[in-house]
């Protein structure tokens, strides 16, 4: 399986404030996946990141809000802007190198205060 | 819309019982089936994939998977404190190739 380093793996920030989170890779993948997970919630699909080409986002997720960047096939930066308490989850990236399965990052648990 | 649903729980077993954990689809053309579990704080990790139809065994794990009912389960065997955790069902249809997540099953085995 591929190892997945995100980081930071957590950070308190003020409302207003932008911040990126950073997803690197063992290994050169296609694609790469954002996901979001709210306080006891599942899993959401925010965005695919593919390299070269512009991510493609899930309905009420916007690229203004959560632009990313894929500028080669083992890393990507997911930015949360203009943050609001309501961003407070984690996001992790997750990779599926040759299969469909995700592995994913250690997460990013994020709160905005 | 596609969805995933999974029995809400929270569940508890005890110790060295069978836990059972289900999870239906909505998506009939989903091909591939995955249980991921994830202890609190940590990210999720996958313990079980299955594509076709029937059981598949790993360890004390059993997934099966009956795609014309459009269910898969997860049996834990000889359930162990350590396995108290949440499990996610995931699906994936192969269209998109990113997976759709249940809401999750808290299973906490009971020493």
């Known amino acids: 399986s591929a190892v997945i380093s995100q980081k930071p793996s957590r950070d308190i920030c003020q409302r207003g404030t932008s911040l990126t989170i950073q997803c690197q890779v063992d290994?050169?993948?296609?694609?790469m996946f954002w996901y979001r997970q709210q306080p006891g919630q599942s899993l959401t699909l925010i965005a695919t990141?593919?390299?070269?080409?512009?991510?493609?986002?899930e309905s009420g997720f916007v690229i203004d809000k959560f632009p990313i960047s894929r500028p080669n096939l083992t890393f990507s930066t997911l930015t949360v802007s203009n943050m609001s308490p309501e961003d407070s989850s984690i996001y992790l990236c997750?990779?599926?190198?040759?299969?469909?399965?995700?592995?994913f990052g250690q997460g990013t648990r994020l709160t905005v205060v | 819309q596609k969805e995933v649903e999974q029995n809400s729980g929270p569940l508890s077993v005890p110790e060295g019982a069978i836990a059972s954990l289900n999870c239906t689809y909505s998506?009939?053309?989903?091909?591939?089936f995955f249980w991921y579990r994830q202890y609190s704080g940590k990210s999720p990790e996958l313990i079980m994939s299955?594509?076709?139809?029937g059981d598949k065994e790993d360890g004390r794990f059993t997934a099966q998977l009956n795609k014309a009912s459009q269910y898969v389960s997860l049996l834990i065997r000889d359930s162990q404190p350590s396995d108290s955790a949440t499990y996610l069902c995931?699906?994936?249809?192969?269209?998109?190739?990113?997976?759709?997540f249940g809401s999750g099953t808290q299973l906490t085995v009971l020493p």
């Open positions: 997750s990779v599926e190198p040759g299969m469909t399965e995700a592995f």
């Open positions: 998506d009939r053309v989903s091909q591939s």
């Open positions: 290994s050169q993948v296609t694609m």
């Open positions: 995931a699906v994936n249809n192969q269209e998109g190739r990113q997976l759709t």
């Open positions: 299955i594509y076709s139809n």
């Open positions: 990141a593919n390299q070269g080409s512009e991510a493609t986002y």
